[in-house]
């Protein structure tokens, strides 16, 4: 198995990469959004990879960090999704909020991925809700200001808030992210954490 490739980005297209190592140009087929992230031309890359062997070709497909590739690998576990499958989902929604849309059940969120859809996205919900590590992404979430007391937020005021913010048409993954992200004490209500919730919410 190739597990990464490092080497000069050589062209960027749609949706494939040619990296040279050594000569040798590999196609990497990658998510729009990871590209976004490339180095500029002739500049050395590494690009974490994974291999698909299938009768009549070998495709590798690739993302800048072990983090995404991970959760691309847990999603193409998922009967009925293959890499494109893998690949589309990653396009529209990062490893964070292919996390959070999980956790929430949001699989609105998920079938917005072109080529997914809505029953597509519930099974994955439903395969991978024990799967993945869903305290990544809060961990990712935190600030480096932000302390223990952030992580007391009760449920059941969690859940209250979350349902308060769908009322107002914000989706339930936007809405739990914004959550999580408050800083709670023992006494804080559900009214304190929709103000302070409010302020993470993008119009």
Partial sequence: MISYIRGTL?????????????????GIFMPGRVMAGLPQMGAEVTIHTYLNVKEDAMQLFGFLSRDDLAVFKQVITVSGIGP???????????????????????????????????????????????????????????????????????????????????????GRTEALKAVRKVKASPDTTVEDVLKQALKYMTV
């Avoid at 960027?12 to 140009?25: L, N, P, T």
């Avoid at 917005?112 to 993945?132: C, N, P």
């Avoid at 480096?144 to 059941?156: F, R």
């Fill in 10 to 26: 050589a062209s960027v297209d749609e949706s494939r990469v040619i990296v040279d190592v050594g000569g040798v140009g590999y």
């Fill in 84 to 170: 494109k499958g893998g690949l589309s989902i990653l396009s529209q929604l990062s490893a964070d909020d292919l996390r959070f849309a999980v956790l929430s059940g949001d699989a609105k969120a998920i079938s917005a991925s072109q080529g997914i859809g809505k029953k597509t996205a519930e099974k994955l919900i439903l395969e991978l809700k024990d799967k993945l590590h869903l305290e990544d992404a809060l961990n990712h979430e935190q600030t480096e200001t932000a302390d223990a007391a952030s992580a007391v937020l009760a449920g059941d005021i969690q859940q209250d808030a979350v349902a308060a913010l769908t009322a107002l048409g914000y």
